[in-house]
Structure formats: structure tokens, C-alpha cells
């Protein structure tokens, strides 16, 4: 039977409903009033010192272990006020028992305890970029729910996620972390996650604080190289890597990171451009900022800063209000406010912001309020976390080729040779950045296809390869098998420790000898399904041009193989799309189909004399942004719009009609881009814009419906106005980037 519901994701959808809009306003702007009156009479009591104990984070994972001097000093520090928040401290035990030290303190405020929750807490899901290929909203909210819930039920007040860094570069590692290159769909999935992470209002004990990193511009390190320069045009800046961040902040996320880059020559950490000028000025921003794990100090190795105390001073005035492991402001901060070089009035402020968060989460009444052992056991094996993060796997997978219906798998499989060095992975398949995750307990690609299969097929194994190195010595047991069988699943990829932080790579090709693996398999005669499993676009030519079928499982988390089987064997019919290029060659990234036309466009690639392209190389991706395959087909027909001319004030409908012409029921994304074809700032060949995401049964048609206002066809100009300038937009509705279906124009009015 082919998927035709999502039950669980409705029934844990019912979580995330909060209070109704009723009276809710009211509530929020008398807690506030009462929480700002709280924070300035505590202000008025704290010491000099204890005001920059509160702008101080360190890490605690040696704390609650054996013995040691940084133990007893932090211990110390702890109960003297001298530390405001926590990172890699959880379970109820430990919050519990460091929070009571903390409340030793003069004035007994609680700490915060903070963790890197990115993709789940103990239940792991897709990692980001996998949950944002199934470019479903809901899903997205869901899986940082399922994650706050759990860490919040372990003493957890905040996640170091989302991060929502727009990123076209695959060779930098983390891209894995968030929702691709797509400007328009990092805001939404932004939103998304912070909804999810933090609930309807900060203080319920299933909802933790999200925090919106990395400010800003990460993404584009040049050369795709961690903690590298950033350099760019502040129009660049703010058309494609700001506008997440605004989103975030719009959804009310309750802090910001900054990030390790410099922008334009200036560490981000001492940006007062980014952070005093645009998130507390221009955008009013009520939260507040923490370092990256070390990014004040690294001013000095980047040649911004003498030493440590200039670090912290730059850092301090420049809007930056916490320090994250940086040994910075602890030690000088206080010495540099006395001697006049940072105003008391901006520590001030710092406090304040941290303060204030403290008291929204309930701290002040209850400090012990998330560390309630009975909730913990009961929400960490509460089985429903495990159905949400299979049916979210499974919306992330995304079909890249299958040809003569290669997939799904049935009957007619008899046998099913289970090939490759990720068939019997666990571990690997929770990718990076795991918290509390008992590895031994995720379901492998082994697990969840025998256990699919049952009696009804018979399924082999062999590994045939290793993920690197070269050794072909598993080679002929693999061919071996695969005569045998009616089909091969191969399963290749990466390994959980080569996408993440630190994890850039020069070469993106799939790594040792799995591409070879491929062929030799190939070469039996014997249908191949290629299943890759990666936490960045990779590139797999030999692969991409001669399997049968290749279905892209990211890194799918602790239900993976489950959600693997499901998607392999038609339960559930497949609809994730890409949220990146994926390229044919590392020589043309960064890559995104937001290109531009130039003076020279290629318009035949059999005629690229003096244009705009390689002579070694095609300028098009080997997959583009948007491509996701079905089971079933789809026809875009009968394309409207409600008035082909607008003015400024006027939303134009755009309406077309999609049918479910297949044999199976199927969910489909429909792609809304438009170009502006004349304008005072060249635009890209296209922008996405909007897009929905419906479920058909067979023969079923819907009538779908896109509004077009001035705000989506504005932009920044040279002055950093954004405008929507009178002139003809191209509009074009499709299944992908590059394959548009139904185009018209659009006229704005002067």
C-alpha cells in the first residue's frame, strides 16, 4: 500500500497547539510590564562583578566529572555569581545539582543551561538540510518540538539552533546544519524552527529558547572553508543572508550567536554594524547575542585585536552580550568599565537582555521547574517521538532518478542483495552533532528492509567497500551476491564525522572506492538502486548517469532505516525536493540557480564561443534546486491570473490547476519564481518566491492559489532601499528550478 496519510504527525501535530489568540496579547503585555519592573529591581541590587557574572558561559563537561582545579574554580565562580550560564551540562541530575550551587549565590539567580540540540535530543531526526529538503513547514515545527520537549524534560533552557546561515557552497561542512541556498526558504524554515523550539511562549516546560545563529554571513566563507574571511557587497548581504535571520527574529527567537567569519574585514563578534546598527537598532531586537565558542579571543589571531582585554572591549561595544568559553569578559570586563574604555550603560543593557529571559522562562519562581526527574523518564520514552522522527525521515528523502520504474520495490523482488558500507551503519546514520542518542538503538538500513520484507523476500548482504580508502578485497563477495539476487540496494555515502563543524572538503566527490563499488555492480547485469546517505550535496557522476534509481537519504536519523524501507518500497510515496544544487564538478561552486543572466549568456551549449561559461564544463547542475521525483506524475494546466497589470497597492491570484495523473497517491511541492527583467540592480534568472505542498489521490485535481503583492517582487537597490520598481516580471510555476511548467507576466505599474 503507498502512503496516503501522515496519522502520526497529525496526532503529535496536536502538541503544538498553544492558547487561542483570545485575551493572549493582554496576557503577554502584562508579563512583560511585570518582568521588566522585576529585572530593573534586581539590576539595582548587583555589584559591578556580579553584572558581568552574568555574561559569562563556560562549558561544563568536566563539572560534574572526577576531580580537577577548573572543577573546583568553576564550582567556586558558580556560587560567587560569577557565571550566568552553562553549556554542556544536562540531564535533570547535574542542571539540578549545579543549579543549587548557583542559588548559594548573594542574590540567587539561576543559571541557564544551554546545549547544541540541532537535529533532536535523545529521538534524532533527518539532520537540518535533509528536514528541509521535505520542504514541509509542519514537519520542520514538529521535529524541534519532539527536540525541545525532551531537553527541556532534561534541564535544558536553550538550543544553540537554528542555524539559519544560507549556504551555496557544499565543500563548507555545515551546510549540513541548515536549509540550503534558498533565501526565501531558509526565512520560512527559520520561522518554522524557532515555532517549534519555543512554543507558543517562553516558560512552558515542554519549550525551550531557540537562538538564531550564525550572525551573520557564515555561509559564504570563502572557499567553502570553515571559520574563514567573508567578504561581499552590503546588498548581497542583506537580498540573501540576512533576510533568515529577520525572519527569526520576527518569530520572536529569544537570542542570536554571532559567527566566527569576519564581514567585509570586521570579526563578526566586533561588528557593531551587524549587531548594534541592524539587530538592536533597525530591527529593535528585545533579545540577546552570545559569542560563538571562542570568537572574542580569535580577534586576536585574526589581527583585529593586541590581546584578549582589547577583544573583549571590542566585543562589549560592539553589541555582543555574552561570552561563550572565551575567558574574556570575566577576567577584564569589569577593569574596562572602570577605567572608562566600555560604558556601564551597555553592561547594563547586556544584563538586562540576559535577565529578562531568565525571568520569561519562570527561573526566578521556580529554578528547578525543568528538572523534574519523573517528566524526564516519562517524555524520554515517550514512543511517539520515534513515529515523529520516521515519518519526517521519510518527507526527507528525496528521489533523484528512476528509470523503467525502478522503484518502488515489490513482489517481483524476490531477493534483494543489500550492498555497500552504510547497509548495516547505526551510527552514522544520526550524522553530526548527536546529544543524548543511544546510537546501538537506531535503526540501520539492514534492520528496517528485513524487517519490511519479512517472509516474502529473501535479503543478502555484503559490504563490498569501505566508505574511504581504496581496497577493492570486498569487491567480488559483493558481485557474488548481487548475481544472486533480483536487485541490488547499494548503500554509499559519507560517514557521520565528514559533514559538520570543521568538516569542509576540497573534493566532494563520493569518497575511496564506492563509485568503482557501483560499476562492478552494474557490470552483473542486475538493477542497481543507489541509496546515498550524506549531510552535504555530493557529487556522484558515474552514478548519476548510469543507475537505475538514486534515492538521497541525508543522514535520516534514528528512524532511518525504517523510513528507508518505507520510501523503498512504496508505503510512502517519495515528494522531498532539494534545497541545493547539487553540482557536476567542485570548479563551479559556489553554485545556486539564482545565477545571473550576464552580458553573455550561453543560449547553446554547443556554441560557447565568448560566453559566459567553461570549456571543460556544462554551466548546469547535475541536480538542481527544487528536483525531487514521485511515484506518481503531475500536470500544471490552465494557469490564470486575476489581472495581468498591478499597482503598488493591489495582490494579484495566480491559479492554476494540478492533477494527480499516476496511479498512486502523491504529494507534490509547486514552485513559484519570478524574474524581474529590467531593473536598477541586476536580478537572477529566477527567484523562488513562494510554493505549496499538497497531497493527491490518484485523478485528483486541486485548484492552487498564489497571491503576488509588492513584497514579492521588491528587492534592495544600490541604495539599500528596498523597492518593487514599475516594470515586467516573468512568472513561472514548476516542479523544480528547471522544470518550469506554466509561464506568463506580470506588469507592475508605475
Not at 559569562?56 to 563539572?63: D, K, M, P, T, W
Not at 552553562?86 to 543549579?99: C, E, P, S
Not at 548475481?483 to 573534493?507: F, H, I, N, P, Y
Not at 550524506?534 to 541525508?554: H, K, M, S, V
Request: charge should be neutral; proline fraction near 5%; aromatic fraction near 8%.
Amino acid at each position: 500500500m503507498l502512503y496516503r496519510s501522515a496519522k502520526p504527525l497529525l496526532v503529535l501535530g496536536a502538541l503544538l497547539l498553544g492558547a487561542g489568540p483570545h485575551g493572549l496579547a493582554q496576557k503577554k503585555a502584562a508579563a512583560l510590564a511585570s518582568v521588566e519592573q522585576r529585572v530593573a529591581a534586581l539590576l539595582q541590587q548587583m555589584t559591578l562583578e556580579e553584572k558581568v557574572g552574568q555574561l559569562v558561559q563556560y562549558s561544563g563537561r568536566e563539572l560534574t566529572g572526577p576531580a580537577s582545579n577548573r572543577k573546583t574554580d568553576l564550582l567556586n565562580s558558580i556560587r560567587e555569581g560569577r557565571v550566568g550560564s552553562m553549556l554542556n551540562v544536562k540531564g535533570v541530575a547535574d542542571t539540578r545539582a549545579i543549579q543549587a550551587e548557583a542559588l548559594k549565590s548573594r542574590l540567587h539567580i539561576p543559571l541557564l543551561f544551554g546545549l547544541d540540540v540541532i537535529h533532536g535530543y535523545q529521538t534524532v531526526f533527518p539532520v537540518p538540510l535533509g528536514e528541509a529538503a521535505s520542504w514541509d513547514l509542519a514537519a520542520i515545527r514538529l521535529s524541534a518540538h519532539v527536540a525541545a520537549r525532551e531537553a527541556a524534560a532534561s534541564g535544558i533552557h536553550w538550543t544553540f539552533a537554528p542555524m539559519v546561515d544560507v549556504g551555496r557552497d557544499p565543500r563548507w561542512g555545515r551546510v549540513m546544519e541548515g536549509a540550503g541556498e534558498d533565501t526565501y526558504l531558509g526565512s520560512q524554515i527559520a520561522r518554522a524552527r524557532v515555532l517549534g523550539f519555543q512554543g507558543e511562549q517562553l516558560g512552558s516546560t515542554d519549550a525551550i529558547m531557540a537562538c538564531a545563529k550564525h550572525f551573520a554571513a557564515y555561509g559564504a566563507a570563502i572557499a567553502g572553508r570553515d571559520y574563514n574571511a567573508v567578504d561581499m557587497s552590503e546588498q548581497q548581504l542583506w537580498e540573501t543572508y540576512l533576510p533568515p535571520f529577520k525572519a527569526a527574529a520576527d518569530a520572536g527567537v529569544a537570542t542570536f550567536m554571532n559567527s566566527f567569519n569576519t564581514l567585509n574585514g570586521v570579526p563578526a563578534t566586533a561588528s557593531a554594524h551587524l549587531q548594534r546598527d541592524i539587530l538592536k537598532g533597525q530591527w529593535n531586537y528585545p533579545g540577546f547575542v552570545v559569542s560563538d565558542w571562542g570568537s572574542i579571543r580569535e580577534m586576536v589571531p585574526w589581527g583585529y585585536a593586541p590581546s584578549v582585554v582589547e577583544a573583549a572591549q571590542a566585543a562589549m561595544t560592539a553589541g555582543n552580550d555574552m561570552d561563550m568559553e572565551n575567558d574574556a569578559y570575566g577576567p577584564h570586563l569589569a577593569q574596562l568599565v572602570q577605567s572608562g574604555q566600555v560604558p556601564a550603560a551597555q553592561v547594563d543593557d547586556a544584563v538586562r537582555r540576559i535577565l529578562r529571559k531568565k525571568f520569561e522562562l519562570g527561573l526566578f519562581d521556580d529554578p528547578y521547574k525543568f528538572s523534574d526527574l519523573k517528566r524526564e523518564k516519562q517524555v524520554l520514552r515517550d514512543p511517539s517521538h520515534r513515529q515523529a522522527a520516521r515519518e519526517v525521515a521519510r518527507k526527507s528523502m528525496v528521489l533523484l532518478k528512476n528509470e523503467n520504474h525502478a522503484l518502488p520495490l515489490g513482489p517481483q523482488q524476490r531477493t534483494i542483495a543489500l550492498i555497500g558500507p552504510l547497509a548495516k551503519a547505526k551510527r552514522d546514520l544520526a550524522g553530526s552533532w548527536t546529544v543524548m542518542a543511544d546510537t546501538t538503538q537506531i535503526v540501520s538500513p539492514w534492520d528496517g528492509l528485513t524487517e519490511r520484507a519479512g517472509k516474502k523476500a529473501r535479503v543478502l548482504y555484503a559490504r563490498g567497500a569501505e566508505v574511504t580508502g581504496t581496497s577493492r578485497a570486498g569487491f567480488e563477495q559483493a558481485v557474488a551476491t548481487a548475481r544472486q539476487a533480483d536487485v541490488v540496494v547499494l548503500c554509499l555515502g559519507e560517514t557521520w564525522d565528514m559533514t559538520g563543524e570543521a568538516k569542509s572538503r576540497a573534493d566532494i566527490s563520493l569518497p575511496g572506492a564506492q563509485q568503482e563499488l557501483f560499476a562492478a555492480l552494474k557490470a552483473t547485469g542486475k538493477p542497481v538502486v543507489v541509496v546515498l546517505m550524506a549531510g552535504r550535496p555530493l557529487i556522484f557522476n558515474t552514478i548519476a548517469e548510469q543507475a537505475d534509481a538514486i534515492l538521497y537519504a541525508w543522514f535520516p536519523g534514528s528512524e532511518g532505516g525504517h523510513a528507508l524501507a518505507d520510501v523503498l518500497y512504496g508505503d510512502y510515496n517519495p515528494a522531498g525536493k532539494l534545497p541545493s544544487t547539487f553540482p557536476r564538478s567542485v570548479g563551479q561552486l559556489p553554485l545556486s540557480y539564482q545565477q545571473y543572466n550576464t552580458g553573455r549568456p550561453v543560449t547553446n551549449p554547443k556554441n560557447i564561443t565568448y560566453r559566459s561559461a567553461y570549456i571543460d564544463e556544462l554551466n548546469t547542475p547535475r541536480y538542481a534546486f527544487g528536483h525531487g521525483l514521485s511515484y506518481t506524475s503531475f500536470r500544471y494546466a490552465d494557469l490564470q491570473l486575476s489581472q495581468p497589470t498591478m499597482r503598488a497597492t493591489d495582490k494579484v491570484q495566480v491559479q492554476f490547476r494540478l492533477t494527480n495523473t499516476g496511479p498512486v497517491a502523491g504529494e507534490e511541492v509547486m514552485q513559484l519564481y519570478l524574474r524581474d527583467l529590467v531593473s536598477s540592480v541586476v536580478r537572477p534568472v529566477k527567484e523562488l518566491k513562494d510554493f505549496r505542498k499538497v497531497l493527491l489521490g490518484p485523478g485528483q485535481s486541486q485548484i492552487i492559489s498564489f497571491t503576488i503583492d509588492q513584497d514579492k517582487l521588491a528587492f534592495y537597490n544600490a541604495q539599500l532601499q528596498r523597492v518593487a520598481e514599475p516594470g515586467e516580471f516573468q512568472l513561472m510555476i514548476g516542479s523544480s528550478s528547471d522544470d518550469i511548467r506554466l509561464e506568463s507576466k506580470l506588469v507592475l505599474a508605475p
